[in-house]
């Protein structure tokens, strides 16, 4: 680590005019711990994320899709050579966690036949609820998605019951979510956003040029990092359910891949013709 700083009135050599403009000097921080701040260190969870492009910089929104408004839990602004380094991180973490406990999957719902057939529920030890004398309410299931559109399956109960045959069973509305037609074109961010609770003092996000990243049995945490001198510090930390990671991944790689595409048409318009090019006739 380069940190000496050389004041300008040391330097007798050169004159008064050089020495002015020393009041500048690259520093090379390379720090291996960060500092912690007590109101980033319990961090906040997330289910999903949305990837922004930015003209300088990546911006990622982790949503709380299980609060009603749904709303951004913390908005990360990332310099554009931090994106391929956390993409490669993120794949290692998620290739380690694959050897260790298997390729983490978002359940699949329970039919509410199923899910509403139990006679009683344990809240606490020893302790037990009463069977309702009425029929049991169907349990709801949340679930959690880093895209807005979700897909599920109608499960229609049989034509008669079993204990009297003759008369039919009523059919349960059960509302689907159908998954977008391949040729539909996904919401725009207007369209997004108009649905999401961003607060003020979060538009601006917190800015990161280093990421950690982490990952236990159930969940994923990621530490953002300024490594500023003299001192890096955790600016987010977030932490996310091991089964929407892959689609974090994903989210990630095709928007960089999407950047990079972008880059490279815009090099070749802004490439001479030939005839102009020097040397050329």
Known sequence: MSDDL??????DDHSEESNQERHTQEIRHSQVSARVPEGVSRGVFSTGAVVLQGGHEFILDFLLRISTPQQVAARVVLPIG???????ALRDNLNNYEKRFGTPIIPTPIPQQVA???????????LEVA???GPTPPVASVGSDINAGASGEAVRPEAASESNPQQPAEPVPAPVAKPAEPGQKPPSAEDLYDELKLPD??????????????HSATEFSFDFI???????CVSARVHMAAPNIPRLLDSLTHSFEQ?????????????????DQPGNL
Do not use: C, H
Request: no cysteine; glycine share 10%.
């Open 6 to 11: 050389t004041p300008a009135e040391n330097n």
């Open 226 to 232: 300024t490594t500023f001198f003299p001192r890096s």
């Open 201 to 214: 003092e979060m538009l601006s996000g917190v800015y990161a040029n280093a990421v950690r990243i982490g």
């Open 116 to 126: 509403g057939s139990a006679d009683t529920i344990n809240v606490g030890p020893g």
């Open 259 to 275: 950047f990079q595409r972008k880059v490279a048409q815009q090099q070749k318009r802004q490439q001479p013709p030939e005839g």
């Open 131 to 133: 069977p309702s004398e």
């Open 82 to 88: 931090v994106v391929p380094q956390m993409i490669r």
